[in-house]
């Protein structure tokens, strides 16, 4: 598989206009990926070759299963960082051993926390 010629196309769709937008980010089936790969499988040695190849122009392959999304890496700069403090709350809570009783238990299933609440209200 040329995946150069894959990172080109992937390329070029994200600049294409369709979707109501001008240009921008996208999802595309297996089935289309192979057909403009030329290909009848992939395995994750093709996948990881074409993500590698494509990170290189500045974009992000993700396998969804039955289709990929793929989306500029520029965007991903924006998201919201997870800070120390989470992490450590999370952290802590994962390594807890003993099992808990009464109320507590209950809203924390699996050793995760209710949306929107933290250790303090634990």
């Known amino acids: 598989m040329d995946t150069r010629n894959v990172g080109k196309a992937i390329e070029g769709i994200f600049n294409e206009k369709f979707g109501g937008k001008e240009k921008g980010r996208y999802r595309i089936s297996r089935a289309d990926l192979l057909k403009i790969a ?3 499988t992939f395995n994750d040695d093709n996948i990881k070759k074409i993500q590698t190849n494509i990170q290189k122009k500045g974009f992000v392959l993700v396998d969804l299963g039955s289709e990929f999304a793929i989306i500029d890496d520029k965007s991903m700069y924006n998201y919201r960082k997870v800070t120390k403090k989470i992490v450590a709350e999370y952290a802590e809570k994962m390594g807890e051993k003993e099992p808990e009783t009464g109320k507590k238990q209950a809203n924390k ?8 609440e933290s250790k303090k209200q634990a």
């Open 109 to 116: 299933k699996k050793g995760k926390f209710k949306r929107g």
């Open 38 to 40: 030329n290909e009848k």
